[in-house]
T-cell receptor
Framework: AQSVTQLDSHVSVSEGTPVLLRCNYS??????LFWYVQHPNKGLQLLLK??????LVKGINGFEAEFKKSETSFHLTKPSAHMSDAAEYFC???????????FGAGTRLAVHP | DAGVTQSPTHLIKTRGQQVTLRCSPK?????VSWYQQALGQGPQFIFQ???????QRGNFPDRFSGHQFPNYSSELNVNALLLGDSALYLC?????????????FGPGTRLLVL
């Protein structure tokens, strides 16, 4: 069975500094991987996805993630945090031919002035 | 182009009651998945509907059932509500593509069971 581990439950950064949210996955074959963001009292918004094309994936709002098969990692980064980035971030792996999504527990990102 | 919509936005029920939640998929999508997100946790897959049939199910009891209509909209029904069913229920729609499709989520229905 596939699974996702988000290594930090909370991350706090200052505005303008880099963001790193860490994710490791477990998969028996080539996975599809996603990052979703959830702002308070909102639904989930897709940031980016990896589906076995380029290993460096660029998403919306300046976020990107790198798929590293040897490390089974899919960390999310952003060069410069903005106050509006404060939210909950979920690393997600797709399981099986019917695209069942397996979510990590989430990382809450706080951005301070 | 309307995204995924869900109704109602909030709902309060008491233990033992039944509830029906509704979802309209994004235009052009044919697959609807339902997820339960308990407070402080990541969403958990409930089931998925395609061509009006349930084609995959997560680890949820039979009290959770669903339906998909010919226009691809979907309902989630929960019978005999328990306090532990209190959660945000999310609907996601996609267009079937050999397991590589992207799921787009609605804003969710927040259910409180008293």
């Amino acid at each position: 069975a596939q699974s996702v581990t988000q290594l930090d439950s909370h991350v706090s950064v200052s505005e303008g500094t880099p963001v790193l949210l860490r994710c490791n996955y477990s998969s028996s074959y080539s996975p599809s991987l996603f990052w979703y963001v959830q702002h308070p009292n909102k639904g989930l918004q897709l940031l980016l996805k990896y589906t076995s094309a380029a290993t460096l994936v660029k998403g919306i709002n300046g976020f990107e993630a790198e798929f590293k098969k040897s490390e089974t990692s899919f960390h999310l980064t952003k060069p410069s945090a903005h106050m509006s980035d404060a939210a909950e971030y979920f690393c997600v792996v797709s399981e099986g031919g019917y695209n069942k999504l397996i979510f990590g527990a989430g990382t809450r990102l706080a951005v301070h002035p | 182009d309307a995204g995924v919509t869900q109704s109602p936005t909030h709902l309060i029920k008491t233990r033992g009651q039944q509830v029906t939640l509704r979802c309209s998929p994004k235009s052009g999508h044919d697959t609807v998945s339902w997820y339960q997100q308990a407070l402080g946790q990541g969403p958990q897959f409930i089931f998925q509907y395609y061509e009006e049939e349930e084609r995959q199910r997560g680890n949820f009891p039979d009290r959770f059932s669903g339906h998909q209509f010919p226009n691809y909209s979907s309902e989630l029904n929960v019978n005999a509500l328990l306090l532990g069913d209190s959660a945000l229920y999310l609907c996601a729609s996609s267009l079937v593509n050999r397991g590589r499709e992207t799921q787009y989520f609605g804003p969710g229905t927040r259910l409180l069971v008293l």
